[in-house]
């Protein structure tokens, strides 16, 4: 982390980075605010004024209140009810119905008369003795129905449509999971960005301590003529750029808790704080995070999601091909029959048949329909390769980044007992006029900066292990091993 001024912007450029990363919460969070507020006491609690909220609370309060993670179980739940609404083509379809029908046509009134048993010879006579078959007059027939109709036949358009809807609702389950796992990491994100914005305030804080005794170390040596003006002024630049710096910092701050109000829907206007120390970089993680994920890329939820979408497009194609063969069905049908009332039974009649059909020729439609769904089998095969594929290297970055993490933790650690040595020395002797204002303005510059990649690494090191899980890996250990 680095003074203004100063040629390296580890500290501000890791700042505008946890901006872009926060920024990205809001496309999770959706509209979560607008949602019923979260209660205070599900992510922390209040002291002083302040709100301090705690790694797994904002995990479980975020998982609970995100809505777009609430439309994603809406969505799986309406993947069910397709597969569910897939039996159809197995079961048999039951109609009731009933007919008023008034007409003076001469095909429909004699039919009239045959369905309620009322035919007579008279109605065959011929003019001029009668003319009751050409000129039936105003007829009425009332009907009542049941009809079942039960497919026998359909060249597995019925089985490979629901298995397709079946592999759907697999890939809705597996896809709210992913967005579980998404709504999870992304909590990390932002409460670690908390942890990291309030982490740079107190070394600001630390560094504004020391800049302020070196103020007065110039002021007083100044005054007893040890020291030029342009010591006591330089100090004093170097304290108010410090001073800047906090500011931005704590913006940070604000900006991290709002982002976090936004994914866990809580209402308030108080500021966000940690609630304790965090937990060191490399420990288990919290109960909130457990969540048996998959090892490797290829059992990753998303990658499931693309597998079963793959599948079911599979199964579509053998549906279209099923239209191209003949089909056999069963239908039995009752009716009554009568002149006046709507539910009355003059008379009645059964039907019972067996139909088979087979659309020998439909124009090409049904032939491009197939060669449509076995190309959308085919696209759905080769995303779902990629997607894995994708996976596999997310993951395999996302292990080289926690060993890198791991790594600058160690390097920042020892360069910080350097630098806080390298102050102390440097302090002594500007005291007995062995070295200038510029050499221990450096010195504490570079103490201040290795100060602040220290809690970069700390915190990059608990975010990676976070992306590592994300990514697919049981835990960041594990990923060590397998490639000792």
Not at 453 to 465: F, G
């Amino acid at each position: 982390m680095q003074t203004p001024g100063n040629k390296t912007g580890s500290g501000l450029a890791a700042g505008g980075g946890l901006l872009m990363v926060l920024a990205t919460l809001s496309l999770l969070a959706g509209p979560a605010a607008a949602a019923a507020d979260t209660g205070l006491e599900e992510i922390g609690v209040v002291r002083d004024d302040t709100l301090y909220v705690d790694r797994a609370s904002v995990i479980t309060a975020a998982l609970r209140h995100n809505e777009m993670l609430a439309a994603s179980g809406e969505m799986r739940a309406a993947a069910d009810a397709d597969a569910l609404g897939a039996w159809r083509g197995f079961l048999p379809r039951v109609s009731l119905g009933a007919y008023r029908l008034r007409t003076d046509d001469a095909l429909y009134g004699f039919g009239f008369k045959l369905n309620q048993r009322r035919a007579t010879m008279a109605d065959f006579a011929a003019p001029p003795a009668g003319n009751a078959l050409n000129e039936p007059g105003i007829g009425e027939n009332n009907i009542m129905q049941v009809r079942v109709q039960q497919p026998v036949f359909n060249a597995g358009m019925a089985l490979y449509g629901k298995k397709a809807a079946d592999a759907m609702a697999g890939a809705a389950r597996h896809e709210q999971a992913r967005a579980a796992e998404t709504v999870r990491f992304h909590a990390v994100q932002a409460y670690e960005g908390l942890v990291l914005a309030k982490a740079y305030e107190g070394v600001l804080l630390a560094a504004l301590a020391s800049a302020d005794g070196h103020v007065e170390q110039a002021q007083a040596m100044v005054d007893n003529e040890m020291a030029t003006e342009a010591d006591l002024l330089q100090a004093k630049v170097h304290r108010d750029g410090l001073r800047q710096r906090l500011i931005e910092v704590r913006n940070l701050a604000a900006t991290a808790g709002e982002h976090i109000r936004l994914l866990t829907a809580v209402n308030t206007p108080l500021p966000l704080a940690p609630a304790a120390e965090a937990a060191p970089a490399g420990a288990a993680q919290d109960p909130a995070t457990a969540q048996d994920p998959p090892a490797g890329a290829a059992a990753r939820s998303d990658v499931l999601a693309a597998r079963a979408q793959a599948a079911a497009a599979a199964h579509m194609a053998k549906v279209a091909r099923g239209a191209m063969l003949p089909h056999l069905n069963l239908q039995a049908e009752k009716n009554w029959f009568h002149r006046d009332e709507l539910f009355g039974d003059e008379a009645d009649s059964w039907t019972f048949g067996v139909y088979a059909t087979w659309d020998v020729f439909s124009g090409l439609e049904d032939v491009g329909a197939l060669r449509k769904a076995r190309a959308q089998s085919r696209a759905a095969a080769h995303l779902a390769d990629f997607a894995q594929r994708q996976a596999g290297l997310e993951l395999d970055q996302a292990r080289r980044e926690v060993d890198a993490a791991a790594e600058r933790l160690g390097v920042a650690a020892d360069a910080v007992v350097s630098a806080r040595e390298s102050l102390r020395i440097v302090d002594e002797m500007y005291r007995e006029g062995l070295a200038s204002m510029v050499d221990l303005l450096d010195v504490q510059a570079m103490a201040t900066q290795t100060e602040g990649d220290l809690v970069q690494a700390r915190h990059d090191l608990r975010v990676s292990e976070a992306r590592t899980i994300y990514a697919g890996a049981i835990d960041p250990e594990a990923g060590r091993e397998d490639r000792e």
